[in-house]
Each structure stands twice: as C-alpha cells, then as structure tokens.
C-alpha cells in the first residue's frame, strides 16, 4: 500500500484532471486514476470530452467544413476546384491524432505538476481512519490511500431501451465518430448538441440526414427567436428535422436499421437508413465505483447527490462535472475542479451557474448565456431587447456568412445584461465578451460604450448592446 495522498482525482476527464492540476498547484500530493485506452491499450486521459466528444467531434466538424466549402463555396471567391474527392479514412486519421495530442498533453501536465497517475479503474475500498482506500484495476492493480477524494467519473451516452448500441449500425456519440465511409442515408434520434453536430458533418459529407425529435419544438432550451433563426438554416442546407416524433420499433440488420415512428401528427411512418446514431442524452458514469462499500449516496438516476459545494454525504469525499447535477459540460467540470481544490486548501472556490456558456459548433453555430426571453416572460420579469443581425455586419460579408444575429437581454430598470443569445459566425468565440461582462454585472450600455475593433464580428454585439436603447448605428 502506498503512503496517503492529500488528494486522490478519480477520473481524468476535463473535471478531474483540471481538479487534480490545481491541487497539486496549491500544495498537496496527488493521484488521478483514469481508465480510458488508446488504440495500443497506453493511457489516453481526457475523459470522453477528449476521446469520443468535444475534441473529436470539432475535428470532424472542421475537416467536413473545409470540404463543403471547397465543394460549395470557394468558386464564388474565385477559386476554382477540379477533382475534389474525400478520403475518410485520412479524415478520421487526422481526428485521431488530434486526440492523442491531447491525451500526451494531459500527460505532459500531470508530470510538469508531479501529479501520480495511476491507469486504471477506480473504486472505494472502505474508509478507516479518515482516509479511505481506494483500488485501481488495469494492467498494474494498486491501492491508493487519501484524505480527500474527488470523483469525476464523467457520463455514459443514454440508449433507447430495448435498443443497445452496437457501434456498428446503431451507434452512440462514440460509434458516430468512427464510421468509416459516408453512408447514404443516415439517422438520428435526438436533434441536441450531439445530433446536430454529427447530422451536420455526415451532411456536408454527402449523406441524407434525418433527424428525429421527440420535443415538439426545436432547441426548447435556446432563446425562441435563435432557434427559428437557426432551424432556417438547418433547412436551408438540407438537414432534415421532424418535430414531436414518438419512435416505436427499431430493427437493425447487416443491410442497415429501420425505425417506425409516428410523426407528429400521428401518422405512423418507417425510416430505413444506413447508420443510426441515437442521442437522447447521457447518465451519470457511477457504475463499479463501489459507492456501496463507503455509503456513498447516490441519487435515483445513479448521480451522486451533492451540495452547492459539491460536497457529498461522506467527509472529505467531494464529487463534479457530469457525475452531479447541473449542465453536462466540460467547462462546467473544469470551473468545478478548481473549486473544489480551492475548497480543500480552505479557500472559497466559486463557479456561477447563472453565467455557464452553451455553444452548438454547427454551421451557423449557436452559443448563448443566461436566460432566454421566454424565461423572463415566464418569470415576469420587465427586460429590454436588442437584436443585430450579421447580415449587416462588414467582416460578416467579407467572411461571405452572413446568416444569424445577435440578441441582447437587459433588465428594464437596471440595464444589467440577463442574457445573450447568437447564432452566426464564431458564436463561440463571440460569447466570451459576454459571459465575462455578465460575470461583472455589466449593464447593455456597458458594452454599447467599448470600442470594439473595426472590421470584426464583435461589432454585432456592440450593435445589440446599442439596440437595447434602439440606437443601431449600422442597422
């Protein structure tokens, strides 16, 4: 057994390795045990947000980008494509490699940090002494000992029930990410963030997309008007979406999957497509954890009930990201992470829920923070309204996207910035200004009064601020 740790991290996704990094920064011994494999069976930290996620997924979104838009749109520009072909294989070869160079960078971190890890699988022993002992089961079995503990086993892709993912023919987020040649007709369950991020990289590839949804409305989560706003250019390219589907029965065979579902009007209907990629969201990853051995509480979908603190119902036994409640995402994990450390060397780790960014990568990618205009109406709250769209945006016309715009929210007596919502160009880069000036309780007039560099598709949010008191200047 080897002598106690301060800290132990299980789990080396976005949550648990930035925990661990900066536990070790303030001062404390600490071990990361992460199970995930490579290709070789070698260690691959970074959780599925680095393997089977955000990283490979933009990847694709990027190289299937290029494609279409040498395919599309580079002759308006006037250059000319003869011969253009796709190689997928060299495709997903790319995608690999820029997942191992995350895996190896985490890596680099945890030694840079003389952080202990350990590759395996993670899982409580028991407690005694105010320490609790802790396994890991991979090619070298170990037992750990720590003080604190830090769970940050991640999530696990929902399936349908009775519908078990193959990753052949009916595919999680995982299987989604590793078909080989562009099928010619594709489905998917769920038109969320994974449903119409890979729907968009098999269209532009050249596969007929449908999406189906069970939610009578599109992006019940995003502000009303984005999401019509971006449902019209959805359409427009050719991404089909059915809204207020109830799926019924999906066989699948070497020839491809078929599933009965009645549309919404009741109508019953079949879809018979190539690969089915399902994405109806994800459940907690507690599963052989041992919660049981040291009376860890769990919640009835398996989570692990923690306070706003992300304590749990154990002494020194702390738990963040995907594994608890709140917005699966990978920064929200990361803002947990550091808290948590924070709070274990006694100092006031913070993370506001109220200013989490969401972004979409899709073409035209949407991205949004705080509440959304039928929030306010619901909560009866008196707001002011702006809105710029890029279309009258200079860099917008140059770039030759011009689709979208961006929405502004203020409170109507304080001015203060309740929410921001865009869908164009860079949303998620675009959004940054806006969370930060959120985080400070910055007001609509604050942001009209910066001067934001010309050209540049900031300006839309200068704009919006500005038309929060209807005072566009180039609209």
Known sequence: MSKPFDVIVIGGGPGGYIAAIRAAQLGFSVACIDEWKNA?????????????GCIPSKALLQSSE????????FAEHGIEVKGLGLDVSKMLARKN???????????????????????????FVKAADGLYEISVTGAQNELLVGKHIVVATGSNARALPGTPFDEENILSNDGALRIGTVPKKLGLIGAGVIGLEMGSVWRRLG???TILEGLPTFLGAVDEQIAKEAKKAFDKQGLKIELGVKV??????????SIAYSNAKGEAQTLEVDKLIISIGRVANTTGLGAEAVGLKLGERGDIEVDAECKTNLPNVWAIGDVVRGPMLAHKAEEEGVAVAERIAGQHGHVNFNTVP????????????????????SAGRAYKAGSFPFLANGRARALGDTTGMVKMLADATTDEILGVHIVGPQASELIAECVMAMEFRASSEDIARICHAHPSLSEATKEAALAVDKRTLNF
Request: aromatic content about 10%; overall charge positive; hydrophobic content about 30%.
């Open 358 to 377: 969401w972004v979409i990568y899709t073409s035209p990618e949407i991205a949004w923070v705080g509440q959304t205009e039928q929030q306010l109406k």
């Open 66 to 73: 290029h494609y279409e838009q040498a395919g599309h749109h």
């Open 207 to 209: 596969a007929e997309v």
């Open 97 to 123: 490699t820029v997942v191992k160079q995350n895996n190896d960078g985490i890596l680099y971190l945890f030694k840079k940090n003389k952080i202990g890890f350990f590759h395996g699988r993670g899982a």
């Open 248 to 257: 019924g029965e999906i066989k699948g065979s070497k020839k491809g999957v």
């Open 40 to 52: 070789a069976g070698g260690p691959a930290p970074g959780g599925t947000c680095t393997n089977v």
